[in-house]
């Protein structure tokens, strides 16, 4: 009986593993049908105002050219701060840490933070379960979104290093607004918080998680106003 119902455990749990993986991948598909029709619209939405110019230049309305100069002007300006560009994101090839990667950048620039991504060699597989990977890096992505959103001059960096074919090392680093009563050896005990009640279980989340994976640390400093988070990822 005791073999019967461990035996049944483990094919539940397979079961729900193999569930959680379906469920990423849709949504990751989702995702990057999304990234490619929004690229696709602004370089149609370009090409459409650039095929204007002719038209527009032959016409006897001054008001009507001033006015496309201006939408010109602006249109230019948003493309080149674009929100859909990375440098890097290229060079991640697992869809669902591409996406999740490209998600929280773009939130962090519409909030108004600075962002860096580095990522020069490609990635294209993690020495550990990408279900777990990705429930510890959404975490983190959003507290140093939620730290920074409010500083004037907020920055994140996210950085994926490959040292080899069987390591791996993340770093999530962002800025600390002066005065902040961060206690660095407690943010990841369950139920602390700066933020009020109701908040502080989703560090203590990633810590569970990472206890429970033998093959993945997780260490933390403070450097001159930076919060840095390192995640080391070795294939076992």
Do not use: W
């Not at 100069?69 to 493309?79: K, P």
């Not at 890097?88 to 773009?106: D, N």
């Not at 206690?183 to 810590?207: C, E, M, P, Q, W």
């Amino acid at each position: 009986m005791f073999y019967f119902i461990r035996s049944y455990q483990i094919i539940l749990k397979k079961r729900a593993e193999e569930k959680e993986k379906q469920t990423l991948a849709a949504y990751t598909e989702k995702l990057e049908t999304n990234y490619t029709y929004l690229r696709k619209f602004k370089h149609d939405y370009q090409n459409i105002l650039l095929s204007l110019s002719e038209y527009i230049k032959q016409s006897n309305q001054p008001d009507l050219k001033s006015y496309y100069a201006q939408i010109v002007d602006q249109t230019q300006q948003i493309l080149e701060t674009d929100n859909l560009r990375f440098d890097g994101l290229e060079y991640i090839k697992i869809p669902a840490l591409r996406s999740l990667t490209y998600q929280k950048l773009v939130i962090a620039r519409q909030c108004g933070i600075k962002t860096y991504l580095e990522a020069r060699t490609d990635i294209t597989e993690t020495p550990i379960n990408i279900v777990k990977l990705i429930r510890v890096l959404g975490i983190l992505f959003d507290n140093a979104i939620e730290e920074t959103q409010q500083q004037e001059n907020g920055s994140i960096r996210i950085a994926y290093i490959k040292y080899n074919a069987t390591e791996l090392e993340i770093i999530i680093q962002n800025t600390v607004a002066t005065g902040s009563n961060v206690v660095i050896n407690k943010i990841f005990n369950d139920g602390y918080t700066t933020k009020g009640n109701g908040h502080g279980t989703g560090l203590s989340t990633v810590k569970k998680i990472i206890d429970n994976t033998p093959n993945m640390t997780l260490e933390t400093k403070m450097l001159a106003g930076q919060y840095r988070i390192i995640i080391d990822l070795i294939k076992e």
